[in-house]
C-alpha cells in the first residue's frame, strides 16, 4: 500500500534463530501497529508506537519485542523464533487523534520450520 | 478485556440475495471500522463508523453503528461474486490512553451464481 511498506515479504526460518520484521512508512503518521493474523483468530494486536521510543505491549506480546528509532520505521523481533510464531503479521498506522483511520501494509508471511 | 465476536463466521449465498453480517462487542466505543481481505491480501477500509446512529453506503454494502446495542451491521444488498471475500470489523478503544483495533474473527463470504 501507498505510505507503509513491510519487509521482507516472505521468510522461511529455523526453530530458535532470532527474526526481525521491518515496516516502513512515509506517511509521518505517529502511531504504528504490529498486528499477527491466524486462521480463526482473525487480527490479533502485538505491539504498538505511539512515537519514537514509546511503545507497549498488545494482547500477544509474549515472545515478540519491539523497537521504534525513527519516525518512519518499526521493528518486530522475534527473539528466538518458535513454531507457534508462523503467521502472517501486518503492521498499520494511525495518523494523529481518535477515528483517524488505519492503513495495513501488505504484510509478512513467516513459516518457522 | 475487549471481546468483538462476528456472526456467522461464514456464508454462502447465492448471487442477488439479500445478507446482514453482525459485529458485537462487549465495552463502550463509538467508534467502529469495517474491513474487507481478498486470499493473501491486505486489509482494504470499507467503512469507518464514528458515532452512534452512523449509517454508511457503498454500492452494495451499507454498515451502522448503534453504540447502546454495541452492534454495528454489514448489510450486503443484491450480492454479486465480487463481494466474496473475508470481511472483519474492529472496534476502536483506547489502551493505556491510546488508539488501539480489536478485530472480530472475520466472516467468510462466498457469492455463487
Known amino acids: 500500500d501507498a505510505g507503509i511498506t513491510q519487509s521482507p515479504r516472505h521468510k522461511v526460518t529455523e526453530t530458535g534463530t532470532p527474526v526481525t520484521l521491518r515496516c516502513h512508512q512515509t506517511e509521518n503518521h505517529r502511531y504504528m501497529y504490529w498486528y499477527r493474523q491466524d486462521p480463526g483468530h482473525g487480527l490479533r494486536l502485538i505491539h504498538y508506537s505511539y512515537g519514537v521510543k514509546d511503545t507497549d505491549k498488545g494482547e500477544v506480546s509474549d515472545g515478540y519485542s519491539v523497537s521504534r528509532s525513527k519516525t518512519e520505521d518499526f521493528l518486530l523481533t522475534l527473539e528466538s523464533a518458535t513454531s507457534s510464531q508462523t503467521s502472517v503479521y501486518f503492521c498499520?498506522?494511525?495518523?494523529?487523534?481518535?477515528?483517524?483511520?488505519?492503513?495495513f501494509g501488505s504484510g509478512t508471511r513467516l513459516t518457522v520450520v | 478485556e475487549l471481546k468483538v465476536e462476528q456472526n456467522p463466521l461464514f456464508l454462502s449465498m447465492q448471487e442477488g440475495k439479500n445478507y446482514t453480517i453482525y459485529c458485537n462487542y462487549s465495552t463502550t466505543s463509538d467508534r467502529l471500522y469495517w474491513y474487507r481481505q481478498d486470499p493473501g491480501k491486505s486489509l482494504e477500509s470499507l467503512f469507518v463508523l464514528l458515532s452512534n446512529g452512523a449509517v454508511k453506503q457503498e454500492g452494495r454494502l451499507m454498515a451502522s453503528l448503534d453504540t447502546k446495542a454495541r452492534l454495528s451491521t454489514l448489510h450486503i444488498t443484491a450480492a454479486v461474486h465480487d463481494l466474496s471475500a473475508t470481511y472483519f470489523c474492529?472496534?476502536?478503544?483506547?489502551?493505556?490512553?491510546?488508539?488501539?483495533?480489536?478485530f472480530g474473527k472475520g466472516t467468510m463470504l462466498l457469492v455463487s451464481p
Open positions: 474492529a472496534v476502536d478503544t483506547l489502551d493505556s490512553g491510546y488508539s488501539t483495533l480489536t
Open positions: 498499520a498506522i494511525s495518523g494523529s487523534g481518535r477515528g483517524y483511520g488505519y492503513t
